[in-house]
């Protein structure tokens, strides 16, 4: 079983940057993508960004684009969220998420949704105040 621990969450104010890790362990080997969701109260789970790791595919949520990069230390089986420009509508819980499923990917594909994902760190709460 894949284990995902993610950090780096906090209060921020709009405007200001945050930066997400999560430490990858445990069979990574089969792993086909890796990403970030978020979920706001009442609201479903959604995907932010994601990385398809063999085709060095990246795609994001259209509202973070811009403002989020997504990136991955392959040494040290390390992914990153950095968050820029924050605005409240950011605020929610971030989990990261990896799976062995090889999932469809492109530019004018939809978003994965969760379910897809069969590994889920424990999340990491981001607050931004206005």
């Known amino acids: 079983q894949v284990r995902l621990v993610e950090s780096g969450g906090g209060v921020v104010q709009a405007g200001g940057s945050l930066r997400l890790s999560c430490v990858a362990s445990g069979p990574t080997d089969s792993t086909y993508a890796m990403g970030w969701f978020r979920q706001a109260p009442g609201k479903e789970r959604e995907f932010v960004a994601g990385?398809?790791?063999?085709?060095?595919?990246?795609k994001y949520l259209d509202s973070v684009k811009g403002r989020f990069t997504i990136s991955r230390d392959s040494a040290k089986n390390i992914l990153y969220l950095q968050m820029d420009s924050l605005k409240p509508e950011d605020t929610a819980i971030y989990y990261c998420?990896?799976?062995?499923?090889?999932?469809?990917?492109?530019?004018?594909?939809?978003?994965?949704?969760?379910?897809?994902?069969?590994?889920w760190g424990q999340g990491t709460q981001v607050t931004v105040s206005s």
């Open positions: 990385i398809y790791l063999s085709a060095h595919f990246i």
């Open positions: 998420a990896s799976t062995t499923l090889l999932l469809g990917y492109g530019v004018e594909a939809t978003p994965p949704p969760a379910y897809d994902f069969n590994s």
